[in-house]
């Protein structure tokens, strides 16, 4: 069974930057595979927040943090990470980094974002305004 952990959540003020990092235990090999950041707001339904198919780096991103956000991975480690910047009061939710080896849909479209069947328990980022 393979587990994902994040970590690196807080509150921040507006304007401010955090960085949520995703380790897998046991170890998950990343290759070849589609890895995400979602967020779920408070009564609103969980979105896609950025994802990265591994394969080759190409990275995807939600309309509402492009040029704020910047999602990478290290393959040595095998860590997700979500690089956060000029964080905004509705960028609070908790976040969750997901992975799934099904491809065929890809990393980013409508079907593909259903896919994801591996999950981390979630961290909570906070941001005031």
């Known amino acids: 069974q393979v587990q994902l952990v994040e970590s690196g959540g807080g509150s921040v003020q507006a304007g401010g930057s955090l960085r949520l990092s995703c380790g897998a235990a046991p170890v998950y090999t990343y290759r070849s595979n589609c890895t995400a950041w979602f967020r779920r707001a408070p009564g609103k339904e969980r979105e896609g927040v950025a994802a990265?198919?591994?394969?080759?780096?190409?990275?995807y991103y939600a309309d509402s943090v492009k040029g704020r956000f910047t999602i990478s991975q290290d393959n040595s480690k095998n860590t997700l990470y979500l690089q956060m910047n000029s964080l905004k009061s509705e960028d609070t939710a908790m976040y969750y980094c997901?992975?799934?080896?099904?491809?065929?849909?890809?990393?980013?479209?409508?079907?593909?974002?259903?896919?994801?069947?591996?999950w981390g328990q979630g961290t909570q980022v906070t941001v005031s305004s």
């Open positions: 990265i198919y591994t394969g080759d780096g190409m990275p």
């Open positions: 997901a992975a799934k080896s099904l491809l065929l849909r890809g990393c980013w479209t409508p079907s593909g974002l259903a896919e994801y069947n591996f």
